[in-house]
């Protein structure tokens, strides 16, 4: 991919257009980390990128930037720019185009992202990236507490940088973060929870955690049991243990396995009627939160005599020609009896069984 980045660098310049590889694909290329997102900087307007490349663009005139598909791969190209006063704490107000590479460079978040690679390859850094990259930490470009007051998402973005990466937070960022975290009740909450989901779904999540914790985030991010989360091998195992979905925003279908998780949680998940009523995947995440080895339950499922209603060994049509009687309301009362003795193992999913115990049981009365 970096040799796609360089040429496309490279055509455009020679269309007379200063072009540079910037940000986060330099930097995980310095740490020797494979990266897929290239972002491109250039002093040539949006009008001017398309006139470049007419048939592969995408334009967002809004933010200064076109996405354009070069052989197959994508580049979002952002022209320099200044940006003036943010609103919302999140987004400047509006943002004039430059042709100033650095001024350009100086807006952004953290000096590890400031890094960029000219059409020979060269890497240029020009507000010691570098020397932060080597010492691992996490710096800001300019006054810490300004970059969070203007987006206060950076707060959780340095978060994530650093669990990311397995970087400390300076201690200028530390305590800007601590004069300025108030402001995160003012992000959307869908905003929060893309950059906690990368945070929790990182190999070096309890790192991450510890910061969150250490600078009292939790509170200010409305997650206070976050202190107590057992597991974090499944993202929707963590909101479970967070208990948060009447504050943060998910689908119907996440809501449901969420809740199916906490209730897993309350119960014996090697049980089969636990298994055969909430599925597998809850039982699975449940029993991880509380040590249960995953193959325990996984082992049981499979041994279920039965995994849905379909698999009961007679119908209902012929449980009402067994009885003699119309298809009614009576047939779903017959049929919960037979799944609850069955999964009990109380009963053999077997036709000849089933029909010899409804006969039994007089269920034609």
């Known amino acids: 991919m970096l040799e796609e980045a360089l040429e496309l660098v490279r055509y455009m310049d020679s269309y007379g257009y200063d072009a540079y590889i910037v940000g986060g694909f330099v930097r995980d290329y310095l740490l020797h980390i494979?990266?897929?997102?290239?972002?491109?900087?250039?002093?040539?307007t949006p009008k001017d990128i398309r006139e470049v490349f007419q048939d592969a663009c995408m334009p967002n005139d809004d933010y200064g930037s076109v996405t354009?598909?070069?052989?197959?791969?994508?580049?979002?190209?952002?022209?320099?720019?200044?940006?003036?006063?943010?609103?919302d704490n999140r987004r400047p107000s509006k943002i004039i185009y430059i042709n100033n590479l650095k001024e350009d460079l100086s807006r952004r978040d953290f000096t590890i992202n400031t890094f960029c690679m000219d059409k020979n390859?060269?890497?240029?850094?020009?507000?010691?990236?570098?020397?932060?990259?080597?010492?691992k930490r996490i710096e800001t470009v300019g006054d810490a507490i300004e970059k969070f007051s203007e987006d206060s998402l950076r707060i959780l973005r340095a978060i994530r940088f650093a669990t990311k990466l397995?970087?400390?937070?300076?201690?200028?960022?530390?305590?800007?973060?601590?004069?300025?975290?108030?402001?995160?009740?003012?992000?959307?909450?869908q905003r929060k929870k893309e950059e906690l989901e990368k945070i929790f779904t990182s190999p070096n999540v309890k790192y991450g955690v510890s910061l969150l914790l250490e600078l009292g985030l939790d509170s200010e991010l409305e997650i206070p049991k976050l202190r107590t989360v057992e597991s974090f091998e499944d993202i929707l195992g963590v909101w479970a243990q967070l208990d948060v979905c009447d504050i943060y925003p998910f689908s119907n279908n996440e809501?449901?396995?969420?809740?199916?998780?906490?209730?897993?949680?309350?119960?014996?998940?090697?049980?089969?009627?636990?298994?055969?009523?909430?599925?597998?995947?809850?039982?699975?995440?449940?029993?991880?939160?509380?040590k249960i080895p995953k193959e325990k339950v996984a082992e049981a499922y499979e041994?279920?005599?039965?995994?849905s209603k379909k698999e009961i060994a007679i119908s209902s049509l012929e449980i009402a020609e067994l009885l003699h009687r119309k298809p009614g309301p009576f047939i779903k009362e017959i049929r919960q009896d037979i799944e609850q003795k069955i999964l009990t193992m109380k009963l053999k999913n077997e036709k000849s069984a089933i029909t010899e115990y409804i006969i039994s049981k007089r269920f034609d009365n």
């Open 121 to 135: 390859g060269t890497v240029i850094d020009l507000f010691e990236a570098k020397r932060d990259l080597e010492q």
């Open 68 to 87: 354009v598909y070069y052989k197959g791969i994508r580049f979002e190209i952002t022209t320099f720019r200044k940006e003036l006063s943010y609103i």
């Open 166 to 189: 397995n970087f400390h937070l300076s201690d200028a960022v530390k305590h800007a973060i601590e004069e300025t975290k108030s402001l995160l009740k003012k992000l959307s909450y």
């Open 34 to 44: 494979e990266s897929s997102d290239i972002d491109i900087c250039t002093n040539a």
């Open 303 to 307: 041994e279920m005599p039965i995994h």
């Open 255 to 290: 809501k449901s396995l969420i809740e199916a998780i906490q209730q897993c949680m309350e119960k014996n998940n090697l049980d089969y009627r636990t298994l055969y009523q909430y599925d597998l995947y809850p039982n699975l995440v449940a029993a991880t939160m509380k």
